[in-house]
């Protein structure tokens, strides 16, 4: 992989009285920050060193730019589909800031040699900045590494122990990225599409949740009919209260008040016994969604909404209880090792498969072009 130092940019956190309402509303309000002078930029280039400390755990990782050659040579591997709508608006985004504000998060297998790197430097040089925010018990704290011959360290170690990386977070991002380099290609005013804002923390320091649907079902079938056809793809059994799948090849349904496990028929699954790594969200779109519903694609059916897991089943359940025509289906977490055997076939998993932690705040550093 080819990194890059980068002339970052960053809140002054004098002027943010509560960081949690800050950086949410950045997305929205980034261009008016700029304006307002809340953002400074570094007087140097740097790679950064990120730690994000949960109330959990403790996530350590790199932060800087990487080639978007890298990303088009099949060097940042993806794994899912991505939404059309969703990148339409990125684009717009993107064009509108002339800024990256939020890093790719990408995944590699442990370099121990890197990790030593980052502790060393963590423990001994004074951060750069450090924010908390009440509302998560989160801290988010950055080091600089700005001498050339620590970054050259980097560098090197990027170049010969990461050959190869995976997309966890950033998908419409990086195919958005990958689209306006192309398009930008030779015009001198607009430099700086040829790299991609990246966040890198490798495998044993990324958490995979689930990923989970509600969708708009009984306006166009029946209960009773929705059922039947259910009938024929699963083996059902009613639970006395919704929760999370056991394993995989389970899924929940949840309807109106009343839930019930779904597993699989084995006449289904014997369909993909020889598939790289077969998933719930795959058959769901194929065998329920596109065979009972008719949504043949689910890139831009607007009848699919996603919750990540990190929202709990209070997530779920919070948008069937507010209309009679939903049903919500959770999902058992894919693996790694899954994500890792789809990503080197190059094959493509569903959009909204996977939802990893940490996830990286928008606005804390930025790219700007």
């Known amino acids: 992989m080819k990194i890059h130092p980068l002339q970052a940019i960053f809140a002054d956190h004098t002027m943010i009285a509560s960081p949690d309402t800050f950086y949410a509303s950045v997305k929205e309000e980034f261009m008016d920050y700029i304006k307002s002078g809340f953002y400074q930029k570094t007087p140097h280039e740097a790679i950064y060193i990120c730690q994000i400390k949960t109330r959990s755990r403790t996530h350590l990782g790199i932060m800087s730019c990487v080639d978007i050659q ?83 360290i980097l560098k090197n170690i990027f170049a010969s122990k990461v050959p190869r990386c995976y997309i966890a977070d950033g998908h419409h991002r990086c195919s958005t990225a990958e689209y306006l380099h192309k398009s930008m290609k030779g015009k001198k005013h607009l430099d700086g599409y040829d790299m991609l804002f990246a966040a890198f923390f490798d495998f044993d320091e990324l958490q995979i949740l689930d990923y989970n649907r509600v969708v708009d079902i009984f306006s166009d079938i029946s209960p009773l009919k929705f059922m039947a056809g259910l009938s024929e793809k699963f083996d059902i059994k009613p639970i006395p209260e919704a929760r999370k799948p056991a394993h995989k090849f389970e899924i929940i349904l949840m309807a ?41 694609d689910v890139r831009v059916d607007n009848r699919i909404d996603y919750v990540e897991g990190v929202k709990g089943l209070e997530g779920i359940l919070n948008k069937v209880y507010k209309n009679p025509n939903m049903a919500g289906f959770s999902l058992y977490a894919v693996d790694m090792d899954e994500v890792v055997k789809i990503s080197d076939a190059g094959q493509i998993m569903p959009p909204k498969s996977t939802w990893f932690e940490p996830r990286m705040k928008n606005g804390l550093l930025a790219y700007r072009f």
Not at 82 to 95: D, G, P, R, V
């Open 70 to 152: 890298d990303y088009s040579d099949g060097k940042i591997l993806k794994h899912e589909n991505t939404l059309a709508e969703k990148e339409q608006k990125m684009m717009n985004m993107i064009l509108q800031r002339r800024s990256m504000i939020k890093p790719v998060l990408l995944t590699y297998p442990p370099v121990e040699e890197l990790q030593q790197f980052m502790q060393e430097y963590r423990d001994k040089v004074k951060p750069l900045f450090e924010v908390k925010f009440p509302e998560s018990g989160e801290k988010h704290t950055i080091w600089e590494v700005r001498e050339g011959s620590q970054i050259k």
């Open 256 to 296: 109106g008040r009343e839930a019930f496990s779904l597993s699989w028929k084995k006449e289904i699954l014997d369909l993909y016994k020889d598939e790289v790594a077969c998933l719930d969200a795959h058959l769901l779109d194929l065998h329920v969604f596109q065979e009972i519903l008719g949504i043949t």
